[in-house]
């Protein structure tokens, strides 16, 4: 079985998994990994991320053109920007999962980061969490906003929209999309009362033990 056969299998399934879950819904979110040439595998639009076809997934080539499959999502940009800001990225998840839209939706949001530091998994698979400013679905102008932040942290939140994900690979970057969500939860169940956080002397040694790339 050649590489990217094994990838596209494994896209699939990481698709059926996120629904199944329901941290995915109807055609939203789209993922996408990398291929060795320099290219990548993506859902394609109006897909269900439960029911994808590997045969069918869209291609892009290094160049970020698309050479194969269905048409790929009209959100491909923030994949785009993504491994082009982090040389490392490997995959890229971008979902509207309950919990971390509605904290996209809060106002007096700390732009900066927007989850203060609960847990210490949350610390060691998301970091910090900038928030990018809202644009309507499929504007390409939120990928000048989103690649601006994309150097420096490999997890976004997009306004009144959901996250954006990058990973070292496809499970690393769903394991942090997913704790991040969870963290969403935790917040929104912790509002209104009085709240613990990490210390940043408990976070800076997170930070160099599991430091993130």
Same mark, same amino acid.
């Given at each position: ?9 494994k896209l699939c399934a990481c698709g059926a998994s996120l629904f199944r879950r329901g941290l995915t819904f109807g055609s939203t979110g789209n993922l996408s990994v990398a291929l060795p040439d ?10 269900? /991320? ?44 971008? /979902? ?9 939706? @809060? ?62 690979? @496809? ?14 939860? @935790?917040?929104?169940? @912790? ?23």
């Open positions: 079985m050649s590489e990217e056969t094994k990838l596209r299998d320099g290219g990548w595998l993506m859902t394609p639009t109006n897909a269900s /991320l439960g029911d994808l076809d590997p045969a069918r997934l869209s291609k892009i080539d290094a160049a970020g053109r698309h050479v194969g499959g269905d048409k790929p999502t009209k959100e491909a940009f923030l994949h785009r920007v993504m491994y082009g800001k982090r040389e490392e990225a490997r995959a890229v998840v971008h /979902l509207h999962s309950t919990h971390s839209v509605a904290v996209s939706c @809060l106002d007096g949001l700390d732009c900066a980061n927007c989850l203060p530091p609960i847990t210490a998994y949350y610390v060691m698979r998301v970091g910090r969490l900038p928030l990018a400013p809202y644009h309507a679905p499929g504007d390409e102008a939120l990928a000048a906003d989103v690649e601006k932040l994309a150097g420096e942290h490999h997890a976004i939140l997009l306004a009144n929209h959901g996250p954006v994900v990058a990973g070292t690979s @496809l499970d690393a970057a769903m394991y942090a999309t997913e704790e991040l969500e969870e963290t969403a939860k @935790l917040y929104l169940l @912790l509002r209104g009362q009085r709240v613990r956080p990490l210390t940043c002397e408990q976070v800076e040694e997170l930070r160099e033990k599991h430091a993130l790339w």
